[in-house]
Protein backbone atom coordinates (compact mmCIF):
# COMPACT_ATOMS: atom_id res chain seq x y z
CA UNK A 1 0.00 0.00 0.00
CA UNK A 2 1.29 3.32 -0.40
CA UNK A 3 1.38 6.23 1.94
CA UNK A 4 -1.66 8.36 0.02
CA UNK A 5 -3.55 5.10 0.19
CA UNK A 6 -3.02 4.28 3.80
CA UNK A 7 -3.52 7.83 4.16
CA UNK A 8 -6.50 7.73 2.61
CA UNK A 9 -7.49 4.67 4.95
CA UNK A 10 -7.22 6.41 8.11
CA UNK A 11 -8.89 8.75 6.94
CA UNK A 12 -12.11 6.98 5.99
CA UNK A 13 -11.16 4.95 9.21
CA UNK A 14 -11.73 9.01 10.59
CA UNK A 15 -14.95 8.69 9.31
CA UNK A 16 -13.81 11.74 7.47
CA UNK A 17 -13.51 10.48 3.70
CA UNK A 18 -16.11 7.85 2.06
CA UNK A 19 -15.15 4.63 0.32
CA UNK A 20 -15.60 4.37 -2.89
CA UNK A 21 -18.76 2.27 -2.75
CA UNK A 22 -20.16 4.96 -0.32
CA UNK A 23 -19.67 7.32 -2.99
CA UNK A 24 -22.71 8.16 -5.56
CA UNK A 25 -21.44 8.49 -9.24
CA UNK A 26 -21.43 11.83 -9.32
CA UNK A 27 -19.24 12.02 -6.22
CA UNK A 28 -17.00 9.45 -7.34
CA UNK A 29 -16.19 11.41 -10.76
CA UNK A 30 -16.40 14.69 -9.20
CA UNK A 31 -13.58 13.23 -7.24
CA UNK A 32 -11.76 11.57 -9.90
CA UNK A 33 -11.90 14.83 -11.96
CA UNK A 34 -10.15 16.71 -8.92
CA UNK A 35 -7.88 14.07 -8.15
CA UNK A 36 -6.60 14.21 -12.05
CA UNK A 37 -6.02 17.78 -12.14
CA UNK A 38 -3.53 17.98 -9.26
CA UNK A 39 -1.69 14.36 -10.37
CA UNK A 40 -1.75 13.97 -14.37
CA UNK A 41 -0.20 16.31 -16.50
CA UNK A 42 -2.96 17.93 -18.20
CA UNK A 43 -2.72 17.71 -22.09
CA UNK A 44 -5.94 16.26 -22.48
CA UNK A 45 -9.33 17.57 -22.80
CA UNK A 46 -11.53 15.04 -21.35
CA UNK A 47 -15.26 14.20 -21.62
CA UNK A 48 -16.49 14.85 -17.81
CA UNK A 49 -17.60 11.21 -17.68
CA UNK A 50 -15.94 8.73 -15.46
CA UNK A 51 -16.38 5.55 -17.39
CA UNK A 52 -16.30 2.11 -15.57
CA UNK A 53 -17.07 -0.70 -17.87
CA UNK A 54 -17.80 -1.82 -21.21
CA UNK A 55 -19.20 -4.32 -23.15
CA UNK A 56 -20.13 -4.74 -27.24
CA UNK A 57 -20.61 -1.13 -28.87
CA UNK A 58 -21.46 0.61 -24.62
CA UNK A 59 -19.65 1.51 -22.15
CA UNK A 60 -21.08 2.78 -18.89
CA UNK A 61 -20.19 5.78 -16.34
CA UNK A 62 -19.82 5.57 -12.73
CA UNK A 63 -23.26 6.24 -11.95
CA UNK A 64 -24.57 3.64 -14.34
CA UNK A 65 -25.41 5.38 -17.47
CA UNK A 66 -24.99 3.73 -20.99
CA UNK A 67 -23.53 5.54 -24.01
CA UNK A 68 -23.19 3.88 -27.19
CA UNK A 69 -19.55 4.39 -28.28
CA UNK A 70 -18.93 5.37 -31.63
CA UNK A 71 -15.36 6.58 -30.35
CA UNK A 72 -13.80 2.94 -29.26
CA UNK A 73 -11.38 4.19 -27.58
CA UNK A 74 -10.32 6.30 -30.86
CA UNK A 75 -10.89 3.16 -33.28
CA UNK A 76 -8.97 0.71 -30.89
CA UNK A 77 -11.62 -1.04 -29.54
CA UNK A 78 -12.75 -3.07 -32.91
CA UNK A 79 -13.86 -6.42 -31.47
CA UNK A 80 -16.05 -3.96 -29.29
CA UNK A 81 -15.03 -3.52 -25.40
CA UNK A 82 -14.26 -7.03 -23.48
CA UNK A 83 -14.81 -9.46 -25.95
CA UNK A 84 -15.64 -12.32 -24.09
CA UNK A 85 -12.85 -14.53 -26.55
CA UNK A 86 -10.26 -11.76 -25.86
CA UNK A 87 -10.88 -11.54 -22.68
CA UNK A 88 -10.97 -15.31 -21.74
CA UNK A 89 -7.30 -15.86 -23.81
CA UNK A 90 -5.66 -12.43 -21.79
CA UNK A 91 -6.84 -14.25 -18.43
CA UNK A 92 -5.25 -17.94 -19.68
CA UNK A 93 -1.70 -15.87 -20.83
CA UNK A 94 -1.73 -13.54 -17.80
CA UNK A 95 -2.10 -16.42 -14.93
CA UNK A 96 1.04 -18.62 -17.46
CA UNK A 97 3.50 -15.43 -18.62
CA UNK A 98 3.25 -11.88 -18.94
CA UNK A 99 6.42 -10.71 -19.98
CA UNK A 100 9.49 -11.86 -21.01
CA UNK A 101 11.89 -9.17 -22.76
CA UNK A 102 12.80 -9.91 -26.57
CA UNK A 103 16.17 -11.68 -24.92
CA UNK A 104 14.26 -14.78 -25.22
CA UNK A 105 12.00 -16.61 -27.58
CA UNK A 106 8.30 -16.41 -27.12
CA UNK A 107 5.63 -17.82 -29.02
CA UNK A 108 2.64 -15.68 -29.24
CA UNK A 109 4.52 -13.21 -31.35
CA UNK A 110 5.71 -15.34 -34.04
CA UNK A 111 2.76 -16.68 -34.46
CA UNK A 112 1.24 -13.38 -34.73
CA UNK A 113 3.79 -12.50 -36.95
CA UNK A 114 2.78 -15.36 -38.95
CA UNK A 115 -0.71 -14.25 -39.05
CA UNK A 116 -0.24 -11.18 -40.06
CA UNK A 117 1.88 -11.88 -42.66
CA UNK A 118 -1.10 -13.81 -44.22
CA UNK A 119 -3.24 -11.19 -43.79
CA UNK A 120 -0.95 -7.95 -45.33
CA UNK A 121 0.95 -9.90 -47.82
CA UNK A 122 4.05 -8.13 -46.00
CA UNK A 123 7.07 -10.32 -45.06
CA UNK A 124 8.19 -9.30 -41.54
CA UNK A 125 7.23 -7.86 -38.39
CA UNK A 126 8.82 -5.77 -35.73
CA UNK A 127 7.09 -4.90 -32.28
CA UNK A 128 6.10 -1.91 -30.70
CA UNK A 129 3.57 -0.62 -28.31
CA UNK A 130 2.00 2.13 -30.12
CA UNK A 131 1.04 3.91 -33.11
CA UNK A 132 3.54 6.50 -32.90
CA UNK A 133 6.64 3.85 -32.50
CA UNK A 134 5.44 1.93 -35.39
CA UNK A 135 6.18 5.12 -37.30
CA UNK A 136 9.35 5.63 -35.81
CA UNK A 137 10.77 1.68 -36.56
CA UNK A 138 9.16 2.74 -40.43
CA UNK A 139 10.94 6.09 -40.61
CA UNK A 140 14.09 4.68 -38.77
CA UNK A 141 13.78 1.35 -41.71
CA UNK A 142 13.47 4.26 -44.29
CA UNK A 143 16.37 6.23 -43.60
CA UNK A 144 18.57 2.97 -43.22
CA UNK A 145 17.13 1.36 -46.29
CA UNK A 146 18.16 4.48 -48.63
CA UNK A 147 20.95 6.73 -46.45
CA UNK A 148 18.59 9.27 -46.88
CA UNK A 149 16.40 11.34 -44.17
CA UNK A 150 14.01 13.61 -46.11
CA UNK A 151 10.27 12.64 -45.81
CA UNK A 152 7.22 13.58 -47.65
CA UNK A 153 3.59 13.29 -46.21
CA UNK A 154 0.39 14.93 -46.52
CA UNK A 155 -1.37 17.80 -45.32
CA UNK A 156 -3.68 16.74 -42.51
CA UNK A 157 -1.52 13.87 -42.25
CA UNK A 158 -1.46 12.34 -38.52
CA UNK A 159 1.67 9.99 -37.71
CA UNK A 160 2.06 10.61 -34.25
CA UNK A 161 3.54 12.80 -31.49
CA UNK A 162 7.26 11.34 -31.00
CA UNK A 163 10.23 13.46 -32.18
CA UNK A 164 10.36 11.55 -35.00
CA UNK A 165 6.60 10.99 -35.70
CA UNK A 166 5.72 14.22 -35.36
CA UNK A 167 7.63 15.75 -38.00
CA UNK A 168 5.41 13.28 -40.54
CA UNK A 169 2.40 14.89 -38.52
CA UNK A 170 0.89 17.87 -40.67
CA UNK A 171 -0.91 19.92 -37.82
CA UNK A 172 1.44 23.33 -37.14
CA UNK A 173 0.32 23.47 -33.72
CA UNK A 174 1.49 19.89 -32.89
CA UNK A 175 4.87 20.97 -34.68
CA UNK A 176 5.97 24.01 -33.82
CA UNK A 177 6.36 24.11 -29.89
CA UNK A 178 9.02 21.15 -30.32
CA UNK A 179 11.47 22.41 -33.29
CA UNK A 180 13.87 21.56 -34.63
CA UNK A 181 12.23 18.42 -36.02
CA UNK A 182 13.23 16.42 -39.30
CA UNK A 183 9.72 18.20 -40.83
CA UNK A 184 8.19 16.36 -43.82
CA UNK A 185 7.98 18.26 -46.85
CA UNK A 186 3.72 18.13 -46.60
CA UNK A 187 1.81 18.28 -49.73
CA UNK A 188 -1.88 18.29 -50.81
CA UNK A 189 -3.71 15.01 -49.63
CA UNK A 190 -5.18 13.12 -52.78
CA UNK A 191 -3.00 15.15 -55.38
CA UNK A 192 -0.61 13.21 -57.20
CA UNK A 193 1.12 15.65 -58.66
CA UNK A 194 1.90 17.38 -55.87
CA UNK A 195 3.82 13.99 -54.66
CA UNK A 196 5.95 13.83 -57.88
CA UNK A 197 6.89 17.80 -57.82
CA UNK A 198 8.18 16.48 -53.98
CA UNK A 199 9.10 13.03 -53.61
CA UNK A 200 13.02 13.36 -55.09
CA UNK A 201 16.06 11.17 -54.90
CA UNK A 202 16.79 12.83 -51.84
CA UNK A 203 13.73 11.54 -50.24
CA UNK A 204 14.29 8.61 -47.79
CA UNK A 205 10.43 7.58 -47.32
CA UNK A 206 6.93 8.71 -48.47
CA UNK A 207 4.05 8.22 -45.55
CA UNK A 208 0.46 8.13 -46.46
CA UNK A 209 -2.70 7.39 -44.64
CA UNK A 210 -4.70 4.86 -46.72
CA UNK A 211 -7.68 7.20 -45.35
CA UNK A 212 -6.98 10.12 -43.30
CA UNK A 213 -8.67 9.67 -39.74
CA UNK A 214 -7.64 12.47 -37.05
CA UNK A 215 -7.46 15.28 -40.32
CA UNK A 216 -11.63 14.49 -40.70
CA UNK A 217 -11.76 11.13 -42.40
CA UNK A 218 -10.20 11.96 -45.83
CA UNK A 219 -10.97 9.07 -48.48
CA UNK A 220 -8.44 9.44 -51.54
CA UNK A 221 -9.20 8.52 -55.33
CA UNK A 222 -8.22 4.96 -55.50
CA UNK A 223 -5.29 5.84 -58.06
CA UNK A 224 -3.96 7.99 -55.47
CA UNK A 225 -1.77 5.15 -53.91
CA UNK A 226 -1.14 3.37 -56.93
CA UNK A 227 0.32 6.96 -58.37
CA UNK A 228 2.26 7.37 -55.06
CA UNK A 229 3.73 3.67 -55.61
CA UNK A 230 4.91 4.25 -59.51
CA UNK A 231 6.77 7.81 -58.08
CA UNK A 232 8.47 6.14 -55.16
CA UNK A 233 9.19 3.74 -57.39
CA UNK A 234 10.88 6.21 -60.05
CA UNK A 235 12.48 7.49 -57.02
CA UNK A 236 14.35 4.73 -54.96
CA UNK A 237 11.73 5.96 -52.08
CA UNK A 238 10.16 4.13 -49.15
CA UNK A 239 6.67 4.52 -49.32
CA UNK A 240 4.98 3.70 -46.19
CA UNK A 241 1.46 2.97 -45.18
CA UNK A 242 0.34 4.12 -42.23
CA UNK A 243 -2.19 1.71 -41.26
CA UNK A 244 -2.60 2.50 -37.36
CA UNK A 245 -6.05 3.81 -37.52
CA UNK A 246 -6.88 1.80 -41.01
CA UNK A 247 -6.02 -1.56 -40.52
CA UNK A 248 -8.37 -4.53 -38.90
CA UNK A 249 -11.22 -4.29 -41.00
CA UNK A 250 -11.83 -0.26 -39.79
CA UNK A 251 -12.51 0.51 -43.74
CA UNK A 252 -14.52 -2.37 -44.57
CA UNK A 253 -11.57 -4.41 -45.60
CA UNK A 254 -8.74 -6.03 -43.77
CA UNK A 255 -6.42 -3.10 -44.48
CA UNK A 256 -6.78 0.12 -45.86
CA UNK A 257 -4.05 -0.59 -48.61
CA UNK A 258 -6.39 -3.16 -50.16
CA UNK A 259 -8.68 -0.06 -51.35
CA UNK A 260 -6.11 0.73 -54.28
CA UNK A 261 -4.42 -3.02 -54.50
CA UNK A 262 -0.69 -1.60 -53.97
CA UNK A 263 1.42 -3.17 -51.61
CA UNK A 264 4.12 -0.47 -49.50
CA UNK A 265 7.56 -0.83 -48.55
CA UNK A 266 6.55 -0.53 -44.83
CA UNK A 267 3.22 -0.29 -42.99
CA UNK A 268 2.69 0.61 -39.38
CA UNK A 269 -0.14 -1.02 -37.02
CA UNK A 270 -1.45 -0.09 -33.65
CA UNK A 271 -4.99 1.02 -32.27
CA UNK A 272 -7.25 -2.30 -33.52
CA UNK A 273 -4.03 -4.82 -33.51
CA UNK A 274 -4.70 -6.46 -29.62
CA UNK A 275 -8.65 -6.12 -28.25
CA UNK A 276 -7.48 -2.92 -26.49
CA UNK A 277 -4.03 -3.66 -25.13
CA UNK A 278 -1.42 -1.30 -26.35
CA UNK A 279 0.19 -2.72 -29.19
CA UNK A 280 2.06 -1.61 -32.21
CA UNK A 281 3.52 -3.28 -35.32
CA UNK A 282 5.89 -2.29 -38.20
CA UNK A 283 5.77 -4.99 -41.47
CA UNK A 284 8.39 -4.93 -43.62
CA UNK A 285 7.47 -5.76 -47.47
CA UNK A 286 10.13 -8.05 -49.11
CA UNK A 287 12.74 -5.72 -50.26
CA UNK A 288 13.51 -3.98 -47.18
CA UNK A 289 13.31 -7.04 -44.54
CA UNK A 290 16.88 -7.27 -43.90
CA UNK A 291 17.66 -3.63 -43.92
CA UNK A 292 17.65 -3.66 -40.39
CA UNK A 293 20.54 -5.38 -38.46
CA UNK A 294 21.10 -6.86 -35.08
CA UNK A 295 21.06 -3.88 -32.96
CA UNK A 296 19.83 -1.24 -35.17
CA UNK A 297 16.13 -1.22 -32.85
CA UNK A 298 14.59 -2.79 -30.41
CA UNK A 299 11.35 -2.34 -27.69
CA UNK A 300 11.80 -4.06 -24.01
CA UNK A 301 7.77 -4.38 -24.27
CA UNK A 302 7.48 -5.44 -28.16
CA UNK A 303 5.34 -7.85 -28.72
CA UNK A 304 5.04 -9.55 -25.62
CA UNK A 305 3.32 -12.84 -24.54
CA UNK A 306 0.44 -10.92 -23.40
CA UNK A 307 -0.48 -8.59 -25.74
CA UNK A 308 0.33 -11.09 -28.78
CA UNK A 309 -1.70 -13.16 -27.47
CA UNK A 310 -4.63 -10.65 -27.13
CA UNK A 311 -4.00 -9.93 -30.91
CA UNK A 312 -4.03 -13.36 -32.04
CA UNK A 313 -7.81 -13.75 -29.86
CA UNK A 314 -8.35 -10.59 -31.34
CA UNK A 315 -7.78 -11.62 -35.20
CA UNK A 316 -9.77 -14.58 -34.34
CA UNK A 317 -12.91 -13.23 -33.50
CA UNK A 318 -12.21 -10.75 -36.54
CA UNK A 319 -11.91 -14.13 -38.76
CA UNK A 320 -15.06 -15.89 -36.90
CA UNK A 321 -17.72 -13.31 -36.38
CA UNK A 322 -17.08 -11.81 -40.01
CA UNK A 323 -16.26 -8.21 -38.70
CA UNK A 324 -14.36 -6.84 -41.81
CA UNK A 325 -17.19 -7.88 -44.39
CA UNK A 326 -19.68 -6.47 -41.22
CA UNK A 327 -17.61 -3.32 -41.47
CA UNK A 328 -18.49 -2.58 -45.20
CA UNK A 329 -22.33 -3.45 -44.54
CA UNK A 330 -22.67 -1.19 -41.67
CA UNK A 331 -20.12 1.27 -42.55
CA UNK A 332 -22.63 1.62 -46.06
CA UNK A 333 -25.86 1.17 -43.55
CA UNK A 334 -24.12 3.98 -41.24
CA UNK A 335 -23.77 6.79 -44.33
CA UNK A 336 -27.04 6.30 -46.12
CA UNK A 337 -28.71 6.66 -42.71
CA UNK A 338 -26.71 9.48 -42.45
CA UNK A 339 -27.67 10.91 -45.70
CA UNK A 340 -31.28 10.66 -45.35
CA UNK A 341 -31.30 12.00 -41.84
CA UNK A 342 -29.47 14.43 -41.23
CA UNK A 343 -28.49 18.27 -43.28
CA UNK A 344 -24.83 17.43 -43.52
CA UNK A 345 -22.33 19.39 -45.69
CA UNK A 346 -20.65 16.02 -46.88
CA UNK A 347 -21.04 12.31 -45.28
CA UNK A 348 -17.88 10.56 -46.12
CA UNK A 349 -15.46 7.35 -45.49
CA UNK A 350 -15.05 3.52 -45.92
CA UNK A 351 -16.58 0.66 -44.30
CA UNK A 352 -17.15 2.36 -40.33
CA UNK A 353 -14.41 4.79 -40.37
CA UNK A 354 -17.31 7.71 -41.34
CA UNK A 355 -16.69 11.95 -41.01
CA UNK A 356 -19.57 13.68 -41.10
CA UNK A 357 -19.39 17.36 -42.08
CA UNK A 358 -21.57 19.79 -40.66
CA UNK A 359 -22.31 23.46 -40.49
CA UNK A 360 -22.93 23.17 -36.73
CA UNK A 361 -19.99 23.55 -34.14
CA UNK A 362 -18.96 19.47 -33.82
CA UNK A 363 -17.25 19.74 -30.21
CA UNK A 364 -20.98 21.14 -29.00
CA UNK A 365 -22.82 17.97 -30.73
CA UNK A 366 -20.57 15.88 -29.41
CA UNK A 367 -21.18 17.35 -25.79
CA UNK A 368 -24.89 17.38 -26.20
CA UNK A 369 -24.83 13.61 -27.84
CA UNK A 370 -22.74 12.54 -24.63
CA UNK A 371 -25.52 13.71 -22.40
CA UNK A 372 -27.83 11.97 -24.55
CA UNK A 373 -25.95 8.82 -24.06
CA UNK A 374 -23.87 8.94 -27.43
CA UNK A 375 -20.50 9.09 -27.44
CA UNK A 376 -19.14 10.72 -30.67
CA UNK A 377 -15.91 12.73 -31.53
CA UNK A 378 -14.74 15.80 -33.21
CA UNK A 379 -12.07 16.05 -35.36
CA UNK A 380 -12.54 19.64 -35.96
CA UNK A 381 -15.03 22.21 -35.57
CA UNK A 382 -16.63 20.87 -38.55
CA UNK A 383 -15.88 17.24 -38.99
CA UNK A 384 -17.74 14.81 -36.26
CA UNK A 385 -15.71 10.92 -36.97
CA UNK A 386 -17.57 8.03 -36.26
CA UNK A 387 -15.75 4.57 -35.82
CA UNK A 388 -17.12 2.68 -32.97
CA UNK A 389 -16.88 -0.74 -32.42
CA UNK A 390 -17.23 -3.57 -36.20
CA UNK A 391 -19.65 -5.39 -33.86
CA UNK A 392 -22.09 -2.26 -33.73
CA UNK A 393 -25.78 -3.52 -35.02
CA UNK A 394 -28.49 -1.34 -36.80
CA UNK A 395 -30.51 -0.53 -34.01
CA UNK A 396 -27.60 0.54 -32.04
CA UNK A 397 -26.72 3.06 -35.92
CA UNK A 398 -30.22 4.11 -35.53
CA UNK A 399 -30.34 5.31 -32.35
CA UNK A 400 -26.85 6.96 -32.93
CA UNK A 401 -28.33 8.63 -36.20
CA UNK A 402 -32.08 9.42 -34.31
CA UNK A 403 -29.76 10.91 -31.76
CA UNK A 404 -27.56 13.61 -33.97
CA UNK A 405 -30.82 14.37 -36.03
CA UNK A 406 -32.58 15.39 -32.85
CA UNK A 407 -29.97 17.60 -31.65
CA UNK A 408 -28.96 19.28 -34.97
CA UNK A 409 -33.04 20.01 -35.58
CA UNK A 410 -33.07 21.72 -32.06
CA UNK A 411 -30.19 23.77 -32.23
C1 LIG B 1 -3.47 7.28 -33.76
C2 LIG B 1 -2.56 7.29 -34.90
C3 LIG B 1 -1.16 7.29 -34.73
C4 LIG B 1 -0.51 7.38 -33.37
O1 LIG B 1 -0.82 6.29 -32.56
P1 LIG B 1 -0.46 6.34 -30.99
O2 LIG B 1 -0.75 4.92 -30.54
O3 LIG B 1 -1.36 7.35 -30.37
O4 LIG B 1 0.96 6.68 -30.87
C5 LIG B 1 -0.36 7.23 -35.85
N1 LIG B 1 -0.89 7.16 -37.07
C6 LIG B 1 -2.22 7.14 -37.28
C7 LIG B 1 -2.75 7.06 -38.68
C8 LIG B 1 -3.10 7.23 -36.21
O5 LIG B 1 -4.42 7.26 -36.42
Redesign the pocket.
Known sequence: MTQSQSDEKMEMARGKVKSKAELSGSERTARIVELERESVIQTYTRQPILLVKGAGAKVWDASGKVYLDFVAG??VNTVGHCHPSVVEVIKRQAAELIHTSNLYYTENQVFLAEELKTLTGMDRAFYCN??????EAALKLARRATGRSEIVAAVN??????LG?LGATHKPVYREPFRPLNEADFVPFDDPEALKSAVSKETSALIL?PV???GGVNVPDPGYLRAARQICDDCGALLIL?????GFGRTGKWFGKEHSGIMPDAM?L??GIAGGL?M?AMLAAESVTDVFQKGDHASTFGGGPLVSAAALASIGAIKRERLVERSEQMGAYLRSRLVEEIDALEVRGLGLMVGVELEASCPEIVNRARERGVLLNATSEHVLRMVPPLVVGKEEIDRVVKVLAEILEKP
Open positions: VASGAESVSFHGRTSEQGEDEVQTTAKPG
